[in-house]
C-alpha cells in the first residue's frame, strides 16, 4: 500500500509497466514477423504484395494512433 510504503508501490507499478513494455515490443515484433513472412517468399505474386502493403499499412496506422495517445 502506498501509505504505507511509497518507495515499494512506485517500484511495483514500475515493474507492471516494464512488463506491459516487454509484451507489446514482443507483439509488435511478432506482427513484423507475420507481415514479412506474408510475402517475402520466393514465390510470393502481385496479389500477395497487394495485400501486404494494406496490412503494412494497417499496422502502421495502430502504431501512429498508439504514438499520438502518448
Known amino acids: ?4 510504503d ?3 508501490s512506485v517500484e511495483s507499478a514500475a ?9 507489446l515490443v ?7 514477423g507475420s507481415l ?4 517475402h517468399g520466393e514465390d510470393a ?3 500477395e504484395m497487394r495485400a501486404a502493403v494494406q496490412h503494412y499499412r494497417t499496422f ?6 498508439f504514438r499520438r495517445e502518448a
Open 45 to 47: 505474386g502481385t496479389e
Open 1 to 4: 500500500m502506498f501509505v504505507d
Open 60 to 65: 502502421d496506422t495502430r502504431l501512429a494512433d
Open 36 to 39: 514479412l513472412a506474408a510475402w
Open 15 to 23: 515493474s507492471l509497466v516494464d512488463d506491459s513494455v516487454e509484451a
Open 26 to 32: 514482443a507483439f509488435v515484433r511478432e506482427q513484423q
Open 6 to 8: 511509497p518507495r515499494s
